[in-house]
């Protein structure tokens, strides 16, 4: 598969153009929001095209980047959304506009499954293998081909994932579940951020 990579520095170009459905991904330098910084934003069209923004860590300036996602017009497709928004939040300071979780999807529609991971969803779902061997690997550098491939997989294949989970959602009669259930993401990442880890919900 040949992959169309751009890699953009510290902010997306003035003249690029997307559509209104558009797969989002980060890379951090680790998992703590308070500690560890973002790294890398990167987006796709859904047509084997990625465009990685390497974020000027000194300043987080990114106004063009900011806007599409901020704009309430453009689907945003993210895996894992809680952990996305909650850096990008942190360090952006953008509430993302008009968002779509596949984790969230599987976890409603796939409960055939116990594996809801990106790797076994593109495994269903477009029938690839993807390795997740870079996934914990320095994004805070200069960054290797390998790296680049890396990135560009964890969007490219959104839009069919999406897709596919969305058609399992209407047919088992989840939707609506799973539309009431994304409302809660923005609450989630604000509980994140004041340090409310834990299930609030759990006895």
Known sequence: MKLDIKLHKEDLPD???FSD?????????GLNVARDALCLVQISNGK????IV?????????PNLIKILSDK?????????????LFIKK???????NINCTKIMSKLARSYSDKHGLKDLVKEFTGNDVSKNLQTS????????????????????????YDGLEKILVRENRINLYL?????????????LASFNDDIWAH
């Open 180 to 192: 009431n259930a994304k409302k809660f993401i923005h609450t989630r990442v604000e509980l994140d």
């Open 48 to 51: 084997n095209d990625a465009h």
């Open 21 to 29: 459905k558009i797969a989002v991904d980060c890379e951090f330098m």
């Open 54 to 62: 390497q974020l000027d860590r000194g300043k987080y300036k990114a």
């Open 138 to 161: 320095d994004f805070g550098g200069i960054l290797s081909e390998k790296q680049l491939q890396y990135c560009a997989k964890d969007v490219i294949f959104l839009h069919q994932i």
């Open 73 to 85: 017009n453009v689907n945003k497709i993210f895996h894992y959304a809680r952990a996305d928004l």
């Open 15 to 17: 003249d690029l153009e």
């Open 91 to 97: 360090y952006l300071g953008v509430q993302v506009e």
